[in-house]
């Protein structure tokens, strides 16, 4: 009953989207809006195609996916082509148009194995499918790269992309010099003063599972005000070496009051971060 609730959601939802589209495109704001308009409506319409088989939906997916050129467009800076491209590749076999699912697994296996050369080149392990991704914002705390090794895990059943998985998931679960786990709650030594209000107003223990945004290359964005302010105006003075004298692998501060590195999101690091462990533990 629960699951006929939210297919007749997503139906209004994504017929409603369409409508607004079509005025959108009728009064000329459609190509005013950001890319990210348009890959949400690409995965939103293979999700659906997925649900209901309607070939409508894989019509609206045709439109606009980068799995028609050849090589196929990469994923750099769009989650939500990448997701659409897995999701393409697990539709049955009755549903989806062969080159475009073979380009579909393609894609994934070269970001997988992306993401493996990116772990062979540092000494921590750490997986990421893009290689410019910058040291902040979950870099050390979540196995991002991981999400892209299962994927490829998944679909090819290789032992290199679970071996590089587990492997990029050690960093944030306390195999780094700090001996430090960045999700609540979790192994002996865990972070504990995320900048989560509720706890901090009522003086209870933060809950478990919130993975924090971790280090920062304080030698890159050490000019960056929305990382340093509490530097500049509490702990900078107190600290022996000084803050941005710390090595990045190092370079973590539990302090509640420091967002760049206690803030926690679900798209960038609990989301990621649950993708991963969920998807290991329920292998067993």
């Known amino acids: 009953a629960e699951a006929k609730t939210y297919r007749a959601s997503a139906l209004k939802a994504i017929g409603w989207a369409e409508n607004d589209r079509d ?36 019509d609206v997916f045709l439109e606009d996916t980068g799995l028609k050129t050849r090589p196929a467009v990469p994923f750099y800076g769009s989650l939500e082509r990448r997701d ?20 579909a697994a393609r894609a ?16 921590w392990g750490i997986a990421s499918d893009d290689p410019g991704k910058p040291q902040f914002l979950g870099f050390y705390s979540t196995p991002h790269g991981a999400v892209s090794l299962l994927r490829a895990y998944h679909l090819t059943h290789a032992a290199k992309y679970l071996s590089g ?35 901090r107003l009522t003086g209870q223990p933060a809950p478990v599972g919130l993975t924090v945004y971790g280090n920062v290359d304080l030698s890159q964005w050490g000019d960056q005000t929305w990382i340093t302010w509490p530097i500049t105006y509490y ?10 004298d710390w090595p990045t692998s190092e370079a973590y501060f539990d302090v509640f009051f420091m967002p760049a590195l206690n803030e926690f999101t679900m798209d960038q690091t609990l989301g990621p971060n649950a993708y991963v462990w969920g998807y290991l533990a329920a292998r067993n």
Request: glycine share 8%; aromatic share 8%; proline share 8%.
């Open 23 to 58: 005025r959108r495109q009728a009064n000329g704001t459609w190509a005013k809006l950001p890319a990210e308009v348009t890959d949400g409506r690409n995965l939103a319409a293979v999700e659906v195609y997925a649900l209901t088989g309607d070939k409508r939906w894989h």
């Open 84 to 103: 659409a491209a897995f999701s393409y590749a697990l539709l049955p076999a009755k549903l989806a148009a062969p080159a475009l699912k073979a380009a």
């Open 108 to 123: 994934l296996l070269s970001d997988a194995d992306g993401a493996l050369l990116y772990q062979q080149n540092n000494a």
């Open 165 to 199: 998985a587990l492997q990029a998931c050690l960093f944030p679960a306390g195999a780094n010099p700090s001996n430090l786990v960045y999700t609540s709650g979790v192994g002996s030594n865990p972070v504990r003063h995320p900048l989560n209000l509720d706890s």
């Open 235 to 244: 702990f900078g003075a107190l600290s022996r070496p000084g803050p941005l």
